[in-house]
């Protein structure tokens, strides 16, 4: 089964950067709808941002105008930049992707395993 991989999180100051990568781990027959999401301590899973495979991109209000979400259709891969962090950032982020495997199968979401980011002094 194909897994998402992340990586580029990180401890980091406030108003500091980071860039988050997300790439499937073999070629696969198509990809739809790739996004972040984000959990903190103690709270539900929340969206980031999100891009379509026609790079169409969504955001959360807390993210717009710092975050940009970007891919690479041709090396299956999302990315996340961040800008202006702050400490309420601080949270596991998730890799999501809606994909088809193979051509005979069913779209469905896959996750990634998770990675921290951090935002404190």
């Known amino acids: 089964q194909v897994q998402l991989v992340e990586s580029g999180g990180g401890l980091v100051q406030p108003g500091g950067s980071l860039r988050l990568s997300c790439a499937a781990s073999?070629?696969?027959?198509?990809?739809?709808?790739m996004g972040w999401y984000r959990q903190a301590p103690g709270k539900q899973r929340e969206l980031v941002a999100t891009?379509?495979?026609?790079?169409?991109?969504n955001y959360a209000d807390s993210v717009k105008g710092r975050f940009t979400i970007s891919r690479d259709n041709a090396k299956n891969t999302v990315y996340l930049q961040m800008n202006s962090l702050k400490p309420d950032d601080t949270a596991v982020y998730y890799c999501?992707?809606?994909?088809?495997?193979?051509?005979?199968?069913?779209?469905?979401?896959?996750w990634g395993q998770g990675t921290q980011v951090t935002v404190s002094s």
């Open positions: 999501n992707a809606d994909m088809r495997e193979y051509y005979w199968e069913p779209r469905r979401d896959y």
């Open positions: 073999r070629n696969i027959f198509n990809i739809y709808a």
């Open positions: 891009i379509t495979s026609g790079a169409s991109t």
